[in-house]
């Protein structure tokens, strides 16, 4: 699963970026999908990618983590888990991206491209299911997921209120939300072994 979701990916934005045409038939634009109702773009623009570095980064973080959640979800959920996790993934794609559809519903210049926000919906599954795993801050220093967790929402917030750069700051955020609070809505007892494990 997490391979064909990479592979699927990888040709997509390949192909995009031979075709530069894709990507404004198929990205994040507001005013399409409310004024033109072309809603599949709400999932489309995750298949698209600015550059290799946004793609090999948004890949590479997708597959460190997807594995850890599948396994999470099966052992907790056995036949439904790869079901919960395509949930989680692409729940979270959409859902990053609901903040920025009603902001930006009359802008016609605003277009956002990348999985971003599904990637950070997985990651944050993960925090959920083992908050003291280590994740790479930076790439490099090893921390608790759940400091990493922290750290990286008052980041993707700060930054997206200030909106100085070209990076969907909003959709990591609430991206990263969805990802935390998806796997409470079918078992809300995990909170409180979220919690028991941070303070055991």
Known sequence: MTLLIVAVTFLVSYT???????????????????????WYRLVTHAFLHADWTHLIVNMLVFYSFADVAIYYFQMLFAQNGTLLF???????????????????KDNYNYSAIGASGGVAAVTFACILFDPLGKILFFGVIPIPGVLFGILYLAYSYFMGKRGMDNVAHDAHFYGAV???????????????????????
């Open 178 to 200: 969805f990802g935390f609070v998806y796997p409470l809505i079918f078992r809300p007892d995990m909170i409180g072994r979220f919690i028991e494990k941070i303070f055991q």
């Open 86 to 104: 395509l949930g989680l993934y692409f729940g979270g794609i959409v859902a990053a991206c609901i903040y920025s559809l009603i902001k930006q």
């Open 16 to 38: 995009a970026f031979r075709r530069p045409e894709l990507l404004f038939k198929y990205d994040f634009n507001p005013y399409q999908i409310i004024h033109r109702n072309q």
